[in-house]
């Protein structure tokens, strides 16, 4: 039975990636807790390194995006959603941080150029920040829609077959916010 978590990490990781345009590179071996790492952790798997390598940037171009809701958005509806989401994001965006430095990551975005469902892209930022009115709304709704469901399929695979205990609690944590978020975004076309 343990040998198949390795497997069964390696699929989810690869099922979540599916969409990217390039091949990144091999997941970092399981790393030992860091200096100072606390209690609450263990040793990071690949699915740890993957989720957090993917999660971090994901969750920090969303904040980008919501962020211009306040100049660009037409609908007090939209503006509202992006001002509700982004303190929840704000606060995730830290602890995922904290996470990926306790696992002794890069700052880097391994991602970077790669298309994958749910990431919010450096062209979309692009698109969003010339973009006023109604068309940024469509935009912006549906690029956060589309973050927020692919942030709790992701988890779910962290939940499942991550190593770290606290890393696997912060998926499920941000897996419930994502829903909820999912639900506001819902609530406003």
Do not use: Y
Request: proline share 6%; net charge neutral; glycine share 10%.
């Amino acid at each position: 039975m343990r040998r198949t978590a390795p497997v069964l990490a390696a699929v989810v990781v690869a099922m979540s990636m599916g969409g990217c345009a390039t091949t990144a590179a091999p997941a970092a071996p399981a790393l030992p807790p860091g200096p100072g790492s606390g209690s609450g952790s263990g040793a990071f798997n690949p699915t740890d390194i993957a989720w957090l390598q993917l999660t971090v940037p994901m969750t920090e171009n969303a904040v980008t995006a919501a962020h211009l809701a306040v100049d660009h958005a037409a609908s007090t509806a939209v503006r509202s959603a992006a001002s509700a989401l982004e303190p929840s994001q704000d606060g995730f965006l830290t602890r995922l941080r904290a996470a990926r430095d306790r696992a002794g990551l890069p700052a880097g975005n391994v991602h970077s150029g790669h298309r994958m469902p749910g990431m919010i892209t450096d062209a979309d930022l692009v698109a969003l920040r010339t973009s006023h009115g109604g068309g940024f709304d469509q935009r912006l709704v549906a690029l956060l829609r589309a973050h927020s469901k692919q942030i709790v399929v992701l988890a779910k695979g962290e939940q499942t077959s991550g190593a770290d205990p606290a890393t696997r609690a912060l998926a499920g944590e941000l897996a419930a916010a994502a829903t909820r978020e999912g639900e506001v975004l819902d609530r406003t076309s």
